[in-house]
């Protein structure tokens, strides 16, 4: 965790008990998932990472799945979860979080949780405003061209930010003003608590409004106002601006990659989970995405279209396009998969492994150099060293009730079309014959030949070949 940037202890609430309905979603609007995570767990990642401690998340509107969702993102995190159950307004909500901080007495920095782009140094811009200035209370501002929507700013004549007043309560000339609340704010928890008590609803939506705490400060001392860039505070109210954020959050991501060494034909056509890491002079082709706990190592090779999901690649890994790994999965240096391999949860590949095109693996470990290089099913089978499987091979590993393994040893060789029928071992050095099935184990160093014998009859086709002749020429007569 990041020390506290300012010798004050910081705490944060972040505001996420709204339904979203813009959204139009059976799903809260803070549970849509931008980068493989919730849109909440971006303002509080924000918060954790400026020091604040502990952080406290309101919740509302599908809470125990908001709360599950953050908890299982940020296992280790110093978060509490403050219910707000009925949606009274900005200031209700920060109410809701006053059990949840009792003890605290330094800042509360307050967030809304459907901010996924602001970043940890503008928070910590505003904490550190305040904390200079001494005032009890600072918040961001932002100036815009088009500021529908949003709270405005009104400075008194000497300049200093007098209140907000909401779009909803402002006069004409009000509407005009450019400077608008963007959200986040940064209190003096004992300044917040007492001026909390004091809000009430009269106003043209009838809530409780945090942004009248402005106002309340400017009577002792007047609120600092921080401008901030308007991306960073740009909140995601419909689909629109999800897919708008989630390519903002892509865009940062690519050029961090790209400044730490890697290597992305297109960045515009690359999708990458938070928490996925990427080690330097990896080259990846367009239309790659990168999931979960994804780890890749240097120098690794990521073809077109390929889709990786938990996967944990070691060093010079050439993937081939359109090849889905769905892990947890595994996979040692130089080895080479695809185009089209599908790997599955459970797949452990050692060093210079190959997989072909239409090749699943599925709970399979492979061993150092062992090859499938077409068309096969590996599925519940522990391989050695130096295999090769041929085209087609298949271990059969369901009775229809139970999976069963099957075990290759060390430099075998099955040959294409085999069948391999679990539980079954085929020993170091075997060889399977082509088109065999195997019910039985094979010992080290044997053949197995499990197919019926070929029989060839002399003068077969030629004989028919006769007998149609002379049927047809009986049908013309
Ligand atoms: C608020 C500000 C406005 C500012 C804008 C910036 C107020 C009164 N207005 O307006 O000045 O310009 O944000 O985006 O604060 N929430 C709760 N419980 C509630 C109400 C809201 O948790 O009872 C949460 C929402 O889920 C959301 C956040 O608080 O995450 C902001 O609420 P929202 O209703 O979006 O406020 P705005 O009308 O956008
Ligand atoms: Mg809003």
Redesign the pocket.
């Known amino acids: 965790m990041a020390p506290s940037p300012n010798r004050h202890p910081l705490a944060a609430v972040v ?4 339904k979203g309905t813009r959204m139009k979603s059976a799903t809260a609007k803070v549970l849509h998932e931008l980068s493989g995570r919730p849109l909440a767990w971006f303002p509080v990642r924000a918060a954790l990472d400026a020091g604040a401690s502990p952080v406290v998340v ?1 919740v ?1 509107h599908q809470a125990e799945a908001v709360e599950a969702a953050l908890r299982a993102a940020l296992p280790r995190a110093p978060l509490r979860f403050a219910h ?1 159950a009925e ?4 200031a ?2 920060v109410l809701a979080a006053r059990g949840a901080l009792r003890g605290v007495d330094g800042a509360i920095a307050i967030l ?3 901010t996924p782009l602001l970043s940890s140094t503008t928070l910590k811009r505003v904490v550190q405003a305040r904390s200079r200035s001494r005032a009890p209370l600072s918040f961001a501002t932002m100036n815009l061209a088009e500021p529908r ?3 405005r700013l009104v400075r008194d004549q000497d300049g200093r930010p007098a209140r ?1 007043v ?1 779009e909803k309560d402002a006069t004409p000339a009000e509407r005009v003003i450019g400077e ?4 986040l704010y940064c209190a003096d928890a004992e300044f917040l608590w007492k001026a909390l008590a004091k809000v009430g609803s009269d106003n043209a939506q009838g ?1 409780f ?3 009248d705490l402005v106002a309340m400060a400017a009577r002792r001392s007047p609120a600092v106002a921080v401008e901030v860039e308007p991306l960073e505070a740009s ?1 995601v109210n419909d689909r629109e601006e999800l897919a708008r954020a989630g390519q903002v959050l892509q865009r940062r991501r690519a050029s961090a990659l790209m400044k730490a060494g890697v290597t992305l034909e297109d960045p515009a056509r690359f999708l990458c989970d938070e928490g996925v890491e990427i080690a330097a002079d990896v080259i990846i082709e367009p239309g790659v995405r990168l999931r979960g706990a994804t780890r890749i190592g240097p120098r690794c090779r990521i073809g077109q279209g390929s889709v990786l999901v938990d996967a944990v690649l070691a060093a010079g890994v050439t993937v081939r396009p359109y090849t889905v790994i769905d892990g947890p999965a595994t996979v040692g240096a130089q080895a080479v998969l695809g185009p089209f391999s599908r790997v599955r949860p459970g797949t452990e590949l050692g060093e210079g492994v190959h997989l072909g095109n239409f090749v699943e693996t599925k709970k399979a470990r492979l061993g150092k150099g062992s090859k499938a290089n077409h068309l096969a099913y590996l599925g519940d089978a522990v391989i050695g060293a130096g295999v090769n499987i041929g085209c087609g091979t298949i271990t059969c590993n369901y009775d229809g009730e139970k999976k069963h393994e099957t075990r290759i040893g060390d430099g075998a060789f099955i040959g294409s079309d085999s069948i391999l029928v679990a539980p079954v071992e085929i020993g170091a050095g075997a060889y399977v014959a082509a088109g065999s099935t195997v019910t039985d184990p094979v010992p080290a160093g044997a053949l197995a030949l499990g197919r019926a014998r070929q029989v060839n009859k002399e003068g077969w086709a030629v004989r028919l070949a006769a007998a149609r002749t002379a049927r047809r020429a009986s049908e013309r007569t």
Do not use: P
Not at 87 to 90: I, V
């Open positions: 505001l996420a008990a709204g309101v509302g707000q949606q009274r307004g900005t209700h909500a809304s949780g459907d929507g949003y709270g907000i909401e608008v609340n963007a959200g809530e409004y945090l942004t909140g």
